[in-house]
């Protein structure tokens, strides 16, 4: 029973790794033995980064990436493997938004830009899509292996304000119960496919709608906060135990399912 949660010398490949809870995520899981990879747009974070990992004792690599070119996801891939010779967890990090897909209160539905709207979309389920379909191939061959998705409160309510957000997450959160289907029946038990969905975290993608330049919360914040029975914020290190439990044996019979860690803000109602 005590080795459930041990995830010693797991290959772990994080989309989006550069970002706060991406980079949050595996230094946690740096510091609990796993191999990490950091995958990003940032080179120069993504090596920061990594050097904070290697000045801790842990082992991590960073990878340039971008989720929606496939062949770069593919490059990547073959360079992880002969880096580590496996892949035994895919966290979905990546994602974001576009000031276009967002509609502000002084605007209306006919100020949404379907271009960035289609690139919020794009970034957030494509780029869940694409590395999923790459990363797959080395879970088949060894048989066992665990993807998880960054799902979001917005998939399970409508949200004012983050249109183009909300329906990508809802999407992603579909995908997660259609690839556990699909991984389960046609790949066998050991491939799992769950997702996370973080309540609210400041982030650098959401900090203007929660807080404001002097630190204080926007409307938008309070209201998150009042709905919220904690009171407050999260912390992106408390994503990180939901995570290693997820991506560990303790698991194995997991699969499908969405993960909700939000301060109780998704069961809480007026």
């Known amino acids: 029973m005590n080795e459930l949660f041990n995830i010693k010398d797991y290959v772990v490949v994080i989309t989006g790794g550069t970002g706060i809870l991406g980079q949050t995520i595996g230094k946690y899981l740096a510091v609990q033995g796993a191999n990490v990879c950091i995958l990003g747009r940032r080179a120069e974070t993504g090596k920061a980064i990594v050097e904070d990992i290697k000045k801790a004792g842990g082992v991590a690599r960073f990878y340039q990436c971008d989720v929606m070119d496939q062949k770069v996801v593919e490059q990547n891939c073959k360079d992880i493997l002969k880096d580590f010779g496996r892949v035994d967890t895919l966290l979905n990090a990546a994602g974001g938004n576009q000031p276009g897909a967002v509609i502000a209160p002084d605007q209306t539905f ?18 869940t899509v694409i590395p999923t379909q790459v990363f797959l191939h080395p879970m088949v061959k060894q048989g066992k292996g ?23 997450k809802a999407g992603i959160s579909n995908f997660t119960a259609y690839m556990a289907h699909e991984a389960a029946r046609k790949f066998g038990e050991g491939i799992r496919v769950n997702a996370i969905a973080p309540g609210f975290f400041v982030t650098n993608q959401n900090r203007a709608l929660l807080t404001n330049p002097d630190g204080t919360f926007t409307q938008r914040g309070k209201d998150v906060i009042r ?3 904690f009171g407050r914020f999260g912390k992106p290190e408390e994503l990180c ?19 909700v860690v939000d301060g109780g803000f998704n069961s809480f109602a007026m």
Do not use: E, H, W
């Open 146 to 168: 665990s993807i998880i998705n960054f799902s979001s409160m917005a998939a399970f309510r409508p949200m004012t304000r983050v249109c183009g957000y909300a329906a990508a």
């Open 227 to 229: 709905q919220t029975p």
């Open 241 to 259: 135990g939901t995570i290693q439990y997820l991506m560990s044996d303790a698991a194995n019979f997991v699969t499908g399912t969405v993960a």
């Open 110 to 127: 006919f100020d949404l830009d379907p271009a960035q709207f289609q690139k919020v979309l794009n970034l957030n389920l494509t780029g």
